[in-house]
């Protein structure tokens, strides 16, 4: 059984920090590539953040310079450091660990995707997600 488990998610002031962390278990890490995705109210999931079995990252535009996504295959996390939070950064924060297509599966939450290494991807496992409010 594959679990995702956030945590870190809180209430910041403009230009705070934050780190978000994603504990799995169920699967071998290394080989899968996890990403972090976000959705605010009324707007569509979208990509934030994603690194690749390879370790190579890719990020929104709008993060970049600002995020770090990271992995420790020791403690089975996957980490997403905040910097510079902005308002628009509020949002619920999911973790999400690509997998192949099972046949008979119920479909993972769809997400906006215009560009990013997370597209055309199947992420069929997803935490519960963490909360980020971060006031101006």
């Known amino acids: 059984q594959v679990h995702l488990v956030e945590s870190g998610g809180g209430s910041v002031q403009a230009g705070g920090s934050l780190r978000l962390s994603c504990e799995f278990s169920?699967?071998?890490?290394?080989?899968?590539?996890m990403a972090w995705f976000r959705q605010a109210p009324g707007n569509e999931r979208e990509g934030v953040a994603i690194?690749?079995?390879?370790?190579?990252?890719d990020y929104v535009d709008s993060v970049k310079g600002r995020f770090t996504i990271s992995q420790d295959n020791a403690q089975n996390t996957v980490y997403l450091e905040m910097n510079n939070l902005e308002s628009s950064d509020t949002a619920m924060y999911y973790c999400?660990?690509?997998?192949?297509?099972?046949?008979?599966?119920?479909?993972?939450?769809?997400?906006?995707?215009?560009?990013?290494?997370?597209?055309?991807?199947?992420?069929?496992?997803w935490g519960q997600g963490t909360q980020v409010t971060v006031s101006s």
């Open positions: 690194i690749d079995n390879d370790g190579s990252a």
């Open positions: 999400a660990a690509e997998s192949p297509i099972q046949r008979g599966a119920p479909p993972p939450p769809k997400y906006h995707c215009s560009s990013g290494s997370w597209c055309n991807r199947h992420f069929g496992f």
């Open positions: 169920g699967f071998t890490f290394r080989r899968l590539t």
